[in-house]
């Protein structure tokens, strides 16, 4: 049983295009987000998720458009994708009732964009 | 700000070396420090944690203590094996404008045979 879950986990596609990434927990978590990690692995938060309402939205183009329609889901729709766009994006679930808790982590779903 | 600054990589040793990959941390508060790692191709998993100062984290031999005075959270092991070659990820976790995990740049470990 995968406890978090994204798809694909691999897209390939052209540049302008609109693509979408899923993700699902089964932990039963309240909080989830979305993580960018570039090229050289350095991974960064783009957005956070609690109870489906959005708490942390970091600098992000407006391009990108998370959508929690309950809080086992977070998907991530990318508009007009750029050759810069191109990383790995992780999904993460955590249950943030206190500062000890971990991250569980999806596979990732790594984007290329040419 | 809050943030995370851990060693450059990539670390290179031998197995049965010892390993010590350092991590510093600023933030406002108490926060809560881990070391996440990631094998090639995977997401991250969780390696060990500590909550307060002067608590010590360990798993899978790995171990780190919270040091609060210098505010480190250096990650150590006392004999690597090959399969720990992975990126190890220094991170902190605190409230701020909502509840969010902080990451290091990551480190890079080769261990040769």
């Known amino acids: 049983d995968t406890a978090v879950s994204q798809t694909p986990k691999y897209l390939v596609t052209q540049m302008g295009n609109d693509k979408s990434i899923k993700c699902e927990q089964n932990?039963?978590?309240?909080?989830m987000y979305w993580y960018k990690q570039d090229s050289k692995k350095f991974l960064k938060i783009m957005f956070s998720y609690n109870n489906k309402e959005l708490i942390i939205n970091e600098t992000v183009p407006n391009r990108f458009s998370p959508k929690s329609p309950d809080k086992a889901h977070l998907n991530l729709h990318i508009n007009s994708l750029e050759l810069g766009d191109s990383a790995v994006y992780f999904c993460?679930?955590?249950?943030?009732?206190?500062?000890?808790?971990?991250?569980?982590f999806g596979q990732g779903t790594r984007l290329t964009v040419v | 700000g809050n943030s995370v600054t851990q060693m450059e990589g990539p670390v290179t040793l031998s197995e049965e070396a010892f390993l010590t990959i350092n991590c510093t941390y600023t933030?406002?508060?108490?926060?809560?420090l881990f070391w996440y790692v990631q094998y090639p191709g995977e997401g991250l998993q969780l390696l060990l944690k500590?909550?307060?100062?002067?608590d010590k984290g360990s798993n899978k031999g790995f171990e780190a203590t919270y040091r609060k005075e210098t505010t480190s959270f250096h990650l150590e092991k006392g004999s690597v094996q090959v399969s720990d070659s992975a990126v190890y990820f220094c991170a902190l976790s605190l409230l701020g404008g909502g509840f969010k995990t902080i990451f290091g740049a990551g480190t890079r470990l080769f261990v040769k045979a």
């Open positions: 932990l039963g978590h309240d909080t």
């Open positions: 500590a909550t307060k100062a002067d």
């Open positions: 993460a679930s955590s249950q943030a009732a206190g500062l000890n808790t971990e991250a569980f």
């Open positions: 933030a406002t508060g108490y926060p809560s």
